[in-house]
């Protein structure tokens, strides 16, 4: 006897002779509907959309994404989304989704963060008098190739704003960290070394994967308090880079970041008006 899910489930699955009977292309149009998650769902749940069929080289939810991607990309947004060896089609379509979203800050690491009523938006309390300690927000968004430009709109009360502004490696800084015994209640990635919180530095250069390369810096910052450049390889003890154009940001103001993967380089802005390049290839 069959039971009442099973029949649910059978309906919601495509027909194979229905299937059969249609042409790709139509199947093709039908599917370029859905995004990226969308597609990758009907894949894992039909075989004939998900398995490529003889004589093909994709499945048909990969080719509707690689058809997708090749109409709607932009020459600029190609760029930005050189296609990874392991890679689907299917992920780098929900790669270009991504890439036009609005860059928001999707983990909250700490405390003192208030409920966030905008994701780019984050406000922070410094609780008692003085240093409140640290606490870190970072963005979801993996950046793999071109230029990429973020702004920073800094109020704050005090002269001088304890802020570090910069970019970090894909890793979460709370998955398996706890914030007291790891983190010791104050998330903070660019003091992290061996020698300084030496769980936190075995867990974060744990997630290290192929994609990060040979390089050794795997978070740089821009320090609004004295303007000067940090680099961590969450190894040794932190680093600081001398650069032209140094400057900190008095009080409030904006701080844009230009990320240029092409040309290894990390560039500040403040107030509108470009300072320099604060880190490059070494």
Not at 29 to 39: P, Q
Not at 58 to 75: K, P
Not at 111 to 125: N, V
Request: with cysteine; charged share 25%; net charge negative.
């Amino acid at each position: 006897m069959m039971q009442p899910h099973e029949s649910k489930r059978d309906k919601l699955l495509p027909d194979p002779t229905l299937l059969e009977a249609l042409d790709n292309d139509l199947l093709l149009r039908c599917v370029s509907y859905l995004d990226a998650d969308g597609l990758a769902r009907l894949g894992r749940a039909s075989a004939a959309f998900g398995t490529p069929q003889a004589g093909q080289q994709r499945s048909l939810v990969n080719e509707a994404a690689h058809q997708l991607f090749r109409r709607s990309a932009t020459d600029e947004e190609r760029i930005c989304l050189p296609k990874r060896d392991d890679e689907s089609d299917i992920g780098l379509y929900r790669a270009l989704e991504q890439l036009r979203e609005p860059l928001s800050f999707d983990e909250l690491a700490g405390s003192g963060f208030s409920l966030q009523e905008h994701p780019a938006r984050i406000t922070y309390t410094c609780t008692g008098r003085g240093f409140g300690g640290w606490s870190t927000a970072v963005s979801g968004h993996v950046m793999r190739g071109g230029r990429h430009f973020v702004e920073f709109a800094i109020f704050n009360n005090d002269y001088n704003p304890l802020v570090y502004l910069g970019v970090i490696r894909a890793v979460s800084l709370t998955n398996g960290i706890d914030l007291e015994a790891d983190w010791g209640g104050m998330v903070n990635p660019m003091s992290v070394s061996s020698r300084y919180k030496p769980a936190v530095s075995d867990k974060l250069r744990s997630q290290r994967i192929a994609k990060w390369g040979d390089s050794d810096i795997h978070c740089c910052s821009y320090d609004c308090y004295d303007g000067r450049c940090r680099g961590t390889d969450w190894d040794t003890d932190v680093t600081f880079y001398e650069w032209h154009g140094r400057e900190r940001l008095d009080g409030n103001g904006t701080i844009g970041l230009l990320l240029d993967l092409d040309e290894g380089t990390l560039s500040v802005f403040k107030n509108n008006r470009r300072l320099g390049v604060m880190k490059g290839e070494d």
